[in-house]
């Protein structure tokens, strides 16, 4: 039976999520396990199968409605990304709640010192690191797309990039198309962190 609410969004019941999670194939949930082991990479305090757990007790306790119109897997994808960035900015927040504690000890020292730092932690930076050796190996072997990804790593604008390069805006967006779709392929789900 599918619920109605009052705007007209439709939505799954909670028996027929059931039966639906029962129907899900391996595939379908090995794809779920890749999405939450990179939503969970470098996530404090939670595994991988923590987030899927927990998007499957969100839907089965009717927590998370699942629209109707939306496949399962994809639903259940939003559903571990919500639960992995809420889990991110529980983690920021209790960093600044030590930073201001801390702060307040060293009253004394230079206020401009007390900022916030604004660089992702080495969390972040362990995950970029490990997703750029991954992208590199896609594309081994196409020394225009590796020269593209080092000027993007060290913070190169499209211009920079296409005069140490050597490239023509004609060479710089063919590569571009190429980085683009092989990402595409390799990443279907799509790369955010």
């Known amino acids: 039976m599918i619920a ?3 705007q007209d969004e439709r939505y799954v019941s909670v028996a027929e999520a059931a ?3 029962a129907g899900l194939t391996a595939a379908d949930l090995a794809r779920l396990g890749r999405i939450a082991q990179l939503r969970a990479h470098g996530l404090p305090g939670a595994s991988w199968e923590d987030l899927v757990d ?3 007790e969100k839907l089965l306790s009717g927590a998370r409605r699942w629209p109707a119109k939306m496949p399962l897997v994809a639903f259940l994808r939003e559903v571990i990304r919500s639960l992995a960035s809420e889990l991110w900015r529980k983690h920021a927040q209790a960093a600044i709640v ?3 504690s801390h702060q307040e000890e060293e009253k004394d020292e230079d206020p401009l010192l007390q900022v916030a730092d604004s660089a992702p932690g080495p969390e972040r ?4 690191r490990n997703l750029f050796e991954k992208v590199q190996v896609i594309f081994e072997g196409d020394e225009a797309v590796q020269g593209i ?3 993007m790593a060290d913070g190169l604008s499209a211009e920079e990039m296409q005069h140490s390069l050597g490239l023509s805006h004609r060479e710089y967006e063919t590569c571009r198309r190429r980085l683009r779709r ?3 392929r390799y990443f279907p789900e799509g790369i955010e962190g």
């Open 182 to 184: 092989g990402l595409a």
């Open 19 to 21: 039966l639906a999670l």
């Open 149 to 151: 990804l080092s000027a």
């Open 54 to 56: 927990e998007a499957i």
């Open 98 to 100: 030590t930073l201001r």
């Open 4 to 6: 109605v609410n009052d």
């Open 125 to 128: 930076e362990a995950l970029a």
